[in-house]
T-cell receptor, first 118, second 111 residues
Framework: DTEVTQTPKHLVMGMTNKKSLKCEQHMGHRAMYWYKQKAKKPPELMFVYSYEKLSINESVPSRFSPECPNSSLLNLHLHALQPEDSALYLC?????????????????FGDGTRLSIL | GQQLNQSPQSMFIQEGEDVSMNCTSSSIFNTWLWYKQEPGEGPVLLIALYKAGELTSNGRLTAQFGITRKDSFLNISASIPSDVGIYFCAGQKGYGNKLVFGAGTILRVKS
């Protein structure tokens, strides 16, 4: 069983809907990530939060809005999505970059939310 | 964005055979990771490598961090049907935690 929990597992929404994806981890990790993955392709980084602050936004369209309410939770708010946004959305967590150097601790992934846009 | 060169793209092997796949890069990485992804699941970490030349095993899996820090390989010995999935290599540079992924190797096993 994965230690990163994502809900819901599946989501179907229309282009005018607003929905949210949720991610939770209890490993004490202070870095959390959102990835988008198309079938048989590697994950593509979207956002990185480090110590609950947004540290990387990979030029993601504003119809995707991340939120990190506390060190265990990560949300991705969705609004006015396009059909090409249909994909598997993965959350991951790790120990973050340390203050005095870099952290090379590996990222641990959840099982994702399969999102379909009608 | 940048990707690692992962090969082969896919493999269809007989149960019991050994498997080898590798990743190469034109730039140096300080960490190499190998993940496996099965249908309907997220990537699962198999092996993490942190030092050039390091050779690490996890059951039937063995991975090595290349001495130049620009490549890594993963070997699976005596393959079994549950080895089926997509294997991704990922490299991590020294500053921050951004992963660079290979395109993946699709493994199918005939029993």
């Amino acid at each position: 069983d994965t230690e990163v929990t994502q809900t819901p597992k599946h989501l179907v929404m229309g282009m005018t809907n607003k929905k949210s994806l949720k991610c939770e981890q209890h490993m004490g990790h202070r870095a959390m990530y959102w990835y988008k993955q198309k079938a048989k392709k590697p994950p593509e980084l979207m956002f990185v939060y480090s110590y609950e602050k947004l540290s990387i936004n990979e030029s993601v369209p504003s119809r995707f809005s991340p939120e990190c309410p506390n060190s265990s939770l990560l949300n991705l708010h969705l609004h006015a999505l396009q059909p090409e946004d249909s994909a598997l959305y993965l959350c991951a967590s790790s120990h973050p970059k340390s203050g005095t150097g870099y952290s090379n601790q590996p990222q641990h992934f959840g099982d994702g939310t399969r999102l379909s846009i009608l | 964005g940048q990707q690692l060169n992962q090969s082969p793209q896919s493999m269809f092997i007989q149960e019991g055979e050994d498997v080898s796949m590798n990743c190469t890069s034109s730039s140096i990485f300080n960490t190499w990771l190998w993940y496996k992804q099965e249908p309907g699941e997220g990537p699962v970490l198999l092996i993490a490598l942190y030092k050039a030349g390091e050779l690490t095993s996890n059951g039937r899996l063995t991975a090595q961090f290349g001495i130049t820090r620009k490549d890594s390989f993963l070997n699976i010995s005596a393959s079994i049907p549950s080895d089926v999935g997509i294997y991704f290599c990922a490299g991590q540079k020294g500053y921050g935690n951004k992963l660079v992924f290979g395109a993946g190797t699709i493994l199918r096993v005939k029993s």
